[in-house]
Structure formats: C-alpha cells, structure tokens
C-alpha cells in the first residue's frame, strides 16, 4: 500500500530525518514508535505533502507520490489525523465534517457519508451544531477521525491519537481504530508510548533521531528488553 | 438627516475598504497596504473608461473591477508569495507600501495630476428624504455598501468556499489536509478585495474628484475603521467603516473642518488602547458566548 523509500527529510539546512525506509501492507495496522523529537511527524506531514523531502521516494498503491499536493493525495484516499487534531474550532462540528469531505463533489456521497458517520459516532450528532472549540478533547479526537473518513480514504495514518487523553478515551480511540480497520482501511500510526497501538497493530518501527532502529512484528517487539524499556509503559 | 446620511454615505467607503482590507488580512495575516492606491487606481480607470472611450458608469466601472482584481492578483504574486512564510518575516511591509507608491506614480503619468470632475450616479439627483435634501448617488453608496457586506457574510458563513475561507484564515495547514488549496483561497481574497476595492473608488469618486492622490486621507481611515473592527475580523470592520463615519459627521457639526481629519485617528488610538482586538471584542457583543467560543 505504502513503502517508503531512504526517506531524507530537512528543516532547511537541518537534516531532522535520514534514509528512513519502511513498508505499510494493504489491510495491516504498522506503528512508528519514537520520543519526541525523534521524527514521527515531519515524515508523516512528508508523506501527505505538506512537507517536501530531500531525498528518497514515497510509492503509494505502486504511483510515485513524493511530490504530489495534499489535495491530489486526499482524492487518491489518504488521510492524516494530525498531531492536537487541529478540529477547526470555530466551525461547527458539522462544518468540520464537510471541511473534510472537502474534495468531493457529489452531495450525496457526503450526505451518505455524514449519516454513517453520525451513526458510528452519535455524540457527534448530537453537537453537530455546536463548534469545534467546545468538545472535549475526546470528542475532538473522534471528531478529526471521523474528518477523516468523510472521503473514504484506502490509508488512514494518525499522528499520535493518544496524546493528551485520559487512558479511558484512548481506550475508546483504538477500539474505534480496530473496527475502522476491519472495514479493510489500513492504518499507520505513531505514537511515543506505544502499548495501545502495539495491541492493534501487525507490524512496529522504532524511530531515534531520524534513523530507524528496530523493525519487527508486534511479539518481536515484546521480546527486545531495550524497546520494551523505553516505548512501553506496562505490558 | 442630512448628516446622518453624509457620514453613512462616507462610512460607506471606510467599511467596503475595510472589508477588503479584512479579505486579506483574515486569510493571509497581512495587512494590503497598498489597498487605498488600488481603490484610487479603480476610480482612475473608471474615470478613463467614461471620458476616454465614453462608456457609462457601469460597464466603466467593470472595466476597473476587473483591472483592480488583475491588479491585487499580481501585488500578491510579486509582493506577498515571493516572501514564502508570511508569520516568520515581515517583508510584506516594505513591498506593499512600495506598490502603493508605484501604483500612485503610474496613476501620476497615466492621468496626470490634475483632480478631474468624476460623475455622480443619476446624474447627481437630488430627493427628499424624510424633509431633508439627499443626493441620491450617496443614497446608492449606503445601499451597495450594505448589500456588498450582507453578500460577502452569507457566502463566508453559508457556502462551501466560505467554509474553506474561515478555514485557511484559522488553520492553513490542516486545511491543506482536507484537500483545500489555501494559496487559491487566498488568490480568492485577493481578487475579492480587488473588486470592492473598485466599486469603493467608483462610489467615492464624485466627491474627492479623481486624482491618483484621492484616497491619501479615505485610505487612513479605511486602515482606521479596519482597526476599529479588529484586523482579519470583516464583519467588525465593516460595521466600524460605518461608525467611523457617523462619529466624523456628527463630529463635524461641533469641530470645525480642520480638526475633523484627526478625529478617526484618535478614535483609532483609543481602541487600539483598550480593545486591541477591535470593537467587536468589547463585551457588549459577546454577552452571549461562552469562552470557548470565541477561541
Ligand atoms: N517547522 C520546523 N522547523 C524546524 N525544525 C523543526 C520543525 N518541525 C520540527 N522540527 C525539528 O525536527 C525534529 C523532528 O520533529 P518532529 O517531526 O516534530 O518530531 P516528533 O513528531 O517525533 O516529535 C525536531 O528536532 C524538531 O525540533
Ligand atoms: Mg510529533
């Protein structure tokens, strides 16, 4: 679905990310572990176009998109749910909605598409008329997920959904996950502490300093002492 | 009567620049500098259009939006988007005040510098207006500033390319994230205000005669009354066009004439002072939200 290629990413002259590679399959869940700082969402924000790479090729669905506009990918059907949520907080709840079904035309895929929305998440049809800036921080987390798929996107990837959420939401944010992943969406995410996307996941990265260190699969994590000490919480 | 309608039909201007100044201020974060140069470039080219070639008022006056639209699209492209990321530098300061001064030498040459008598709507006619004698062309300027305000409002809250303004004038980026291109919006903006901006210098033209020096103090108070209504706020600027002007009018009557010019500009200073976020911050308007509200 998603393989990245010796990604080198800049801030200027700062080189922040180097010769990263790795692969996301077509139905997996993969998880790019790393602190802060190390990374994660300069090659995210990379991958969907807001941000140009020095070097290295990103294929998606086999195309070279290294170079193509946030636009482009999001009618291609890939997502970012970026770091804070960044909701639109002085739109309404429903504003927001459209705002990410922004690329399509047609009314009636976006009004089928805000109904299955508003079934999954009801809290959100009950304050579809209330601005964004008024929902609680889970609320705006499943807001800007559910922004997201208003276009039905093949790749949904999550800048740290956990972050400044009580234990219980972020239980309920990865419960949402592994169904939005049995719809057949695949899902990149990452995470600084990674024991809620681990027990989704099928694949995990771990991400220093701009360098990939470790790759392996969900029990192969668990059994590396080192990452276990610095990514994991309680397992 | 006559006063009120005189400071209305003047508010009419400041509010229609200050809500081009808005335009662009909201989505870009600058402010156009260059905007009075761009509304005395319209009523030039109006005027141009109506003595040279002898159109009438309206078809000359789409001549002038469409060159002062060409025109703000083009001070984007060379003063603005060149600069690349417009929070971290404060370029636009200095490129914009330098296209309103070329703007105004190319008026300079082009229409010499001579003010040139500019025609009023209906040929000046005169109604009776609640017993007071009211030019109908100042009638006019009040009912297409009003009707410009309440257009743009509607689309900016109501449709989808409004959406997508309030968007990329709250969170560019994750705007590019839904797939809005913010540099079209802003092109958009820019081309808006370029519109207005020519309408604005059209309206005001009878009054100040046409000269490339007429907006050098209607200017001022356009930036003043943008102030008024809080920078990138359009509706709050373009309701302190209106109240700027009303304060001038009725001001007038007790100072004389000399002193009226500085009246704005100490109304300026003083909301800068205690509501920097402009008037429509003042609690009186806000009674009603609550704090998340006004994020
Ligand atoms: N806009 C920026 N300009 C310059 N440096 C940046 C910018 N954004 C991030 N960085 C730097 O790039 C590195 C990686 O940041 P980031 O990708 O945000 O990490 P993470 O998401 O893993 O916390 C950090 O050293 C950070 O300081
Ligand atoms: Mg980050």
């Keep these: 679905m998603l393989k990245v290629d010796s990604l080198t990413i800049a801030y200027g002259k700062t080189e922040v990310v180097h010769h990263v590679s790795f692969d996301v399959k077509k139905g997996s869940v993969v998880t790019i572990a790393g602190a802060n700082g190390a990374g994660k969402s300069t090659i995210l924000n990379t991958i969907v176009g807001l941000h140009r790479s020095k070097e290295g090729s990103i294929l998606y669905k086999g195309e070279d998109i290294t170079r193509t506009a946030p636009d482009r990918l999001v009618s291609k059907g890939i997502r970012l749910v970026p770091e804070g949520r960044q909701i639109f907080a002085e739109h309404t709840v429903e504003e927001n909605m459209l705002l990410g079904a922004y690329v399509e035309k047609d009314a009636k895929k976006i009004r089928d598409r805000m109904d299955q929305m508003y079934d999954r998440f009801p809290r959100l049809k009950e304050r ?37 959420l009580a234990p219980i939401i972020v239980k309920d944010v990865f419960k949402l996950l592994t169904e939005i992943k049995q719809t057949g969406v695949t899902i990149l ?47 | 009567m006559q006063q009120l309608i005189f400071g209305l039909a003047n508010g ?6 200050a809500l081009a100044i808005g335009m662009v201020s909201s989505t870009t974060g600058i402010v156009n500098f260059a905007h009075a140069s761009v509304v005395m470039m319209g009523a030039m080219v109006s005027w141009w259009m109506m003595v040279i070639y002898g159109l009438s008022y309206i078809p000359a006056l789409f001549v002038a939006i469409a060159v002062s ?4 699209i083009v001070m984007y492209e060379t003063c603005v988007k060149k600069l690349g990321d417009l929070q971290d530098n404060v370029g636009w300061i200095i490129t ?3 296209a309103s001064i070329i703007l105004d030498n190319i008026a300079r040459m082009l229409f010499g510098t001579e003010p040139q008598a500019f025609p009023y709507l209906f040929g000046g006619k005169m109604v009776t207006f609640f017993g007071a004698n009211i030019m109908l062309h100042e009638l006019m300027m009040i009912t297409i500033a009003v009707v410009i305000g ?14 997508a303004v309030r968007a990329v004038a709250f969170r560019p980026a994750t705007s590019e994230l839904m797939g809005i291109k913010s540099e079209k919006i802003i092109l958009s903006c820019f081309a808006m205000a370029g519109a207005v901006a020519a309408i604005g210098g059209a309206l005001i033209a009878p009054i100040t005669f046409a000269s490339y020096t007429m907006t050098y103090s209607i200017g001022l108070k356009g930036f003043a009354a943008a102030v008024l209504g809080g920078f990138g706020n359009t509706k709050g600027a373009f309701i302190g066009g209106f109240i700027l002007g009303l304060i001038e009018a009725f001001i007038s009557i007790f100072v004389p004439a000399g002193i009226k010019d500085s009246i704005s500009f100490v109304i300026m200073i003083i909301v800068i002072i205690f509501l920097p976020e402009g008037i429509m911050s003042a609690k009186f308007f806000n009674r009603n939200l609550s704090a998340a509200e006004k994020v």
Excluded: C, H, W
Excluded at chain 1, 128 to 157: F, N, V, Y
Excluded at chain 1, 218 to 227: A, F, L, M, R, T
Excluded at chain 2, 12 to 17: D, E, G, Q
Excluded at chain 2, 156 to 161: A, C, G, P, Q
């Design chain 2, 69 to 72: 639209i060409v025109l703000n």
């Design chain 1, 128 to 164: 579809r008329k209330q601005i964004g800036g008024t929902l609680s921080g889970g609320e705006q987390q499943m807001l800007a997920i559910a922004r997201a798929l208003m276009t039905g996107p093949d790749l949904l990837i999550l800048d740290e959904p956990s972050l400044g």
């Design chain 2, 12 to 17: 009419s201007i400041y509010a229609l620049m």
């Design chain 1, 189 to 235: 995410l990452v995470e600084q502490m990674v024991d809620n996307a681990l027990s989704i996941s099928d694949y995990a990265y771990v991400l220093e300093t701009g360098n990939i260190v470790f790759s392996g699969t969900k029990d192969e994590v668990k059994n590396s002492d080192d990452i276990v000490k610095a990514y994991l919480g309680n397992v």
């Design chain 2, 150 to 163: 309440v257009v743009y409002q509607t689309i900016i809250k109501k449709t989808r390319f409004g959406r």
């Design chain 2, 96 to 98: 914009l005040f330098g």
